[in-house]
């Protein structure tokens, strides 16, 4: 018996040595399953633009500035949706030529942005004609939201406009009740009211359009 168990000792210790000498073979960590990516957020689209703004001229059209006694013709418009109804806050731009007879505002500019009252009214300021005579196009554009409109019309500058009460187109606007009022010269102030009816309707439309102070230029608040 004790032959026996000696003799086997060392195989037991044998195969102990051996086990002891297996790699050990490590576990992965599990990976993490990838998490799907998020959609890409998508601008709402613009919607599109509608034609939809009618512009009126309330006065200027077909009139004449008075290059020798240097009285500008009042330059306002009304802008109306679809339906007819003013539209207040719509974004009005006045453009003169930019060569030729014409007009300009404060600095040499040849265009004013301006924004309509609760009547959907609009009146270009502090602008004069310059010293060329002859007719020119005034281009006038509206737009409100995705909406827009615009408006081509003729003024002209004139050395020799008649006085009040010939029949003489050319100063018809100086006649209306409601544009009695302009810069002459080098006036030193000079603030009058002015109160547009809306042509066409017979209606006064109420709104009030000031012309304010300061050298030879007629026209309105922004």
């Known amino acids: 018996m004790r ?14 040595l051996v086990v002891t000498q297996l790699p050990v073979t490590a576990q992965a960590p599990a990976q993490a399953s990838p998490q799907p990516a998020a959609p890409p957020v998508q601008a709402a689209a ?4 509608e034609r939809s703004l009618e512009i009126r001229v309330l006065a200027g059209q077909d009139e ?5 006694r240097l ?11 679809q339906n007819q109804r003013p539209v207040e806050g719509a974004e009005v731009v006045f453009r003169f030529p930019v060569s030729g007879p014409g007009a300009f505002f404060t ?18 300021t502090n602008w004069r004609a310059n010293d060329q005579t002859g007719t020119f196009q ?61 042509r066409g309707g017979g209606k006064s439309s109420g709104s009030t359009i000031t012309i304010t102070p300061g050298g030879p230029t007629v026209g309105g608040p922004h």
Do not use: C
């Open 138 to 198: 005034v281009h006038v554009t509206a737009t409100y939201a995705n909406q827009q409109g615009e408006k081509t019309f003729s003024m002209s500058n004139s050395r020799h406009v008649v006085q009040e009460g010939t029949k003489a187109k050319r100063v018809s606007w100086w006649s209306h009740t409601w544009a009695k009022a302009a810069v002459i010269g080098g006036a030193a102030a000079l603030v009058a009211g002015i109160v547009l009816a809306t």
């Open 3 to 16: 032959r026996l168990a000696h003799s086997g000792l060392p195989q037991v210790m044998a195969f102990l």
């Open 71 to 81: 009285i500008m013709a009042p330059l306002v418009v009304q802008v109306v949706d």
């Open 46 to 49: 613009p919607l599109p633009i």
């Open 64 to 68: 004449a500035n008075d290059l020798q």
């Open 107 to 124: 600095g040499g500019k040849t265009s004013q942005t301006v924004h309509t009252n609760g009547d959907g009214q609009a009146a270009a």
